[in-house]
């Protein structure tokens, strides 16, 4: 089993003859997830690599390819317009991997993407891979191993790292999510834990975080609150300096000033396992599966 | 992006809301001129991208034309947590019966753009949140309307009992509101909103945070970026797309992606040595972004050893060990380099660095170990 995407999802790429979208389809078709169509407004009727098929827009590409999941690598721009014509065109999951999206064209898009029932994951994010069954994004294929072990990131590049340190330990893994690290995002560290709780081949979860915000404690809260399953994690940003802050709001919101050690310390009185290095994810797992 | 407080007065004018008179002056003498005109007690306020600036002596009142040259003197002199004053701010001293807090911010809890009052504001308005929060309202905005009358008339009877008041500082929320949405802020905030001895209610003070990733579509926002105040490396850092801070070790990292930057510099940390910068070269990192990274940080004369660490996903590591060549063509280094690369394209990438005389290591903790043992002269267990 894995979480949010398998074997069965049905993926269309918008931005699929861009640069970045181009390569990474090509990566996602080789690692079996199956491409069944892409949208590039102009160049409806032709063909990707010569087979798959692309639309002028997602509602042509839902109604011709059933797709049920999208990967977006369109400009920032462009985004929020790409993602809510996911959601209005019916698709249940979908994936922005773009980064630089206006903060404000996101506080529009998350409310039109929810009351379409769709989830979205990110923007500016790696998306997501069920080893061995799909990939949705751009996470490395050859880095992850299944296995009985679900991550979930607010990073893209330390998520790689933590999954490789894993697969080299041969500790593979359900799925690795990652959920962006932009201020408003489509899913959350809370979304991930209580899918990897309610999924019956996760036996633990890693939870990686970062400086900022207050997702982490809220999300170590849940844990210990609603979650049996063993959960370790990271952060990172110790050594970050404390900057030269504007404004007194972003302090006022949280009542928090977002630190590292606040974060460990709200793993560690919540029951998580806190890593000093991403290598020592590895340890902390192996203790906590014992 | 930061502005300056006067270019946040400018904008909230704009929107209607009421300021004081105010000019911007580079020289003491222009200040003194400032003060002529205005022919009244001044205050002199250091313009700088930094949190802090009363504490740290760069707002001051003035009582003539000649103290405000002498005290604008001094602002100009400052620097304030790293950043030299290069503008101060003239502006006639107001008369205080009491100070408010206004403010707004994209809140990641509700997803949404939050307006906070507080009829406690000032400087302490921080201690004010943590200490008594029930003095301050915070009230979530649903962007696809704005802010309607009747939400910003509860919120200004927080603040307010006189209804002329009441009324004036809920058109303000207004106008603040519309100014921050409209220009694409991150943050606007008023602190302190006053009421004069008159009943009158004016912004004393104005900042505003615009979101980066609004600049491209926003050429006059853009246009507010004022180079001399920021530091020149970070400068020359945002124009190859970089982002760049400097700190004060010796271990210079270019990593792609913040949170393994950030991891890169704790594990640097965690083996003994000190990171000199944060810098990430972001996805779909081109050649050039790398040579601009190796100019950035060996311009720094106390990097003793530089360390990349590269996870390929959306960044190419053919494209970074193409990077790291040119760069070293065109200006050898000479400190040590430590590469540590994996991931997209890896074996391309190894190969153009063996076939320059270059080579990578794949571990993460033993590049982070050597590159501390070359920088510190110790052994790094």
Redesign the interface.
């Known amino acids: 089993m894995s979480v949010f995407i398998d074997k069965s999802t049905r993926l269309i790429v918008q931005g699929i003859t861009g640069r970045d979208g181009s390569f990474h389809t090509k990566q996602m078709i080789e690692y079996g997830t199956q491409v069944v169509g892409g949208v590039t407004p102009g160049k409806g009727g032709q063909k990707f690599e010569d087979k798959v098929p692309i639309f002028n827009t997602v509602a042509e590409a839902v109604k011709s390819t059933r797709a049920n999941a999208t990967v977006i690598y369109v400009p920032p721009m462009f985004a929020a317009d790409a993602m809510m014509e996911a959601a209005d065109a019916g698709v249940r999951f979908i994936v922005c991997i773009t980064e630089g999206v206006p903060v404000l064209d996101m506080t529009r898009v998350y409310p039109f993407v929810r009351e379409r029932g769709a989830r979205l994951l990110g923007p500016n994010c790696p998306g997501l891979i069920s080893p061995g069954q799909s990939k949705v994004g751009i996470i490395p294929g050859r880095i992850c191993t299944p296995g009985p072990v679900g991550l979930v990131s607010r990073s893209g590049t330390l998520t790689y790292e933590v999954v490789y340190q894993m697969t080299r330990a041969k500790i593979g893994q359900t799925t690795c999510v990652g959920i962006g690290g932009d201020p408003i995002n489509g899913t959350n560290f809370i979304d991930c834990l209580d899918v990897f709780e309610k999924d019956s081949a996760t036996e633990a979860v890693v939870m990686i975080g970062e400086i900022g915000g207050t997702d982490e404690q809220e999300a170590a809260r849940f844990v210990r609150e609603k979650m049996k399953k063993p959960v370790v994690g990271f952060i990172a940003g110790q050594t970050a300096p404390p900057g030269r802050r504007m404004g007194h709001a972003g302090a006022i919101i949280s009542g928090s000033a977002g630190t590292a050690a606040e974060k460990m310390q709200a793993f560690e009185e919540n029951g998580i396992g806190v890593a000093k290095r991403p290598i020592d994810v590895v340890d902390l797992l192996k203790r906590a599966m014992r | 992006m ?1 502005i300056h407080e006067y270019q946040a007065k400018e904008i909230f004018r704009k929107y209607g809301i009421p300021i004081p008179p105010g000019e911007v002056a580079t020289t003491p003498e222009e200040a003194e001129a400032i003060a002529r005109k205005f022919a009244t007690t001044v205050v002199v306020k250091a313009q700088v ?3 802090g600036r009363g504490k740290a002596g760069g707002v001051k009142l003035a009582r003539t034309p000649e103290d405000a040259k002498i005290i604008a003197a001094q602002i100009l002199k400052l620097t304030i ?3 030299p004053v290069k503008r101060v701010l003239v502006t006639p001293a107001a008369e205080i019966a009491s100070e408010a ?1 206004v ?7 509700s ?4 307006l ?1 009052a507080s009829p406690a504001g000032g400087i302490d ?2 201690e004010v ?2 200490k008594t ?1 029930d003095k ?1 309202l ?1 009230h979530p905005v ?3 309307y704005g802010l309607q009358a009747y939400e910003a008339m509860q919120l200004a009877f927080f603040l307010y009992s006189d209804m002329k008041q009441v009324r004036a500082a809920a058109k303000i929320l207004q106008q603040l509101y519309k100014a921050f ?1 409209e220009n ?4 606007a ?1 008023i ?1 302190p909103l006053v009421t004069t001895p008159t009943g009158e209610i004016v912004a004393l003070d104005a ?1 505003m ?1 615009i ?4 600049l ?2 926003r050429p006059d926002i853009a246009a507010l970026r004022d180079e001399s105040s920021e530091d020149p490396s970070e400068v020359e850092a945002r124009k190859a797309s970089l982002t760049f ?1 400097k ?1 004060d070790g010796n271990v210079g990292c270019v ?6 930057a ?2 890169t ?6 083996y003994g040595g000190e ?1 000199a910068n ?1 810098l990430d070269i ?3 990192s081109n050649p050039e972004k790398v040579v601009a990274a190796l100019r950035i940080i060996t311009s720094d004369p106390s990097v003793k050893a530089i360390l990349f660490n590269i ?5 190419r590591t053919d494209d970074v060990a193409n990077g790291i060549v040119t760069a070293i063509k065109q200006n050898p280094l000479k400190v040590p380099l430590v590469i540590r690369l ?3 394209n890896e074996e391309i990438a190894l190969k153009i660095l063996k076939d320059n005389g270059l080579s990578a290591m794949t571990d ?2 033993e590049a982070v170990k050597k590159a501390v043992a070359l920088a510190t002269g110790r052994k790094v267990a």
Do not use: Q
């Open positions: 930061n991208h930094a949190g947590k790293g950043l807090y403010g707004i911010i994209v809140d990641r809890a997803k949404r753009p939050v906070m308005i921080e949140a943590a929060p301050i915070r649903d962007p696809r949405f694409g802020g991150s943050l905030e602190n900042k945070v979101d980066d990733n609004e491209d579509r801070i700190l990593v792609n992606g913040a949170g393994l950030m991891a510099m704790d594990l640097v940390k965690y990171p944060f972001g996805g779909s996870f390929g996903g959306i960044t994996t991931g997209t993460m903790d």
